[in-house]
Nanobody, 127 residues
Framework: VQLQASGGGLVQAGGSLRLSCAASERTFNAYDMGWFRQAPGKEREFVAGITWSGRYTDFVDSVEGRFTISRDNAKNTVYLQMNSLKPEDTAVYYC?????????????????????WGQGTQFTVSS
């Protein structure tokens, strides 16, 4: 499956931004999806994830309550809505897809559990 992330750019602290990740696969609704980010000089970290059904989501503590993740299986797209942005949210954001756990009810947080990755989209939060 090919993943195309979009929506990056420059936003002021406190602002909002929505990232999108479109998948080429028609069986998108079978994939668990995740968003990861990597800031300069730091390791890639899990940000948010959503199971294939959309019923279960999870977030890293630092974005809990500010970010939401959703999916539209009819459009083969997963979204990351980011509110109350902080300069420390600045990073390259990657979407990822996993088909390893059919019917999963658990959000996967380990990058190694994802099989497909988008190219990344950069956004910067200015203070």
């Amino acid at each position: 499956v090919q993943l195309q992330a979009s929506g990056g750019g420059l936003v002021q602290a406190g602002g909002s931004l929505r990232l999108s990740c479109a998948a080429s696969e028609r069986t998108f609704n079978a994939y668990d999806m995740g968003w990861f980010r990597q800031a300069p000089g730091k390791e890639r970290e899990f940000v948010a994830g959503i199971t294939w059904s959309g019923r279960y989501t999870d977030f890293v503590d630092s974005v809990e309550g500010r970010f939401t993740i959703s999916r539209d299986n009819a459009k083969n797209t997963v979204y990351l809505q980011m509110n109350s942005l902080k300069p420390e949210d600045t990073a390259v954001y990657y979407c990822a897809a996993s088909l390893r756990y059919t019917g999963s009810t658990i959000v996967r947080k380990d990058a190694g559990e994802y099989d497909y990755w988008g190219q990344g989209t950069q956004f910067t939060v200015s203070s």
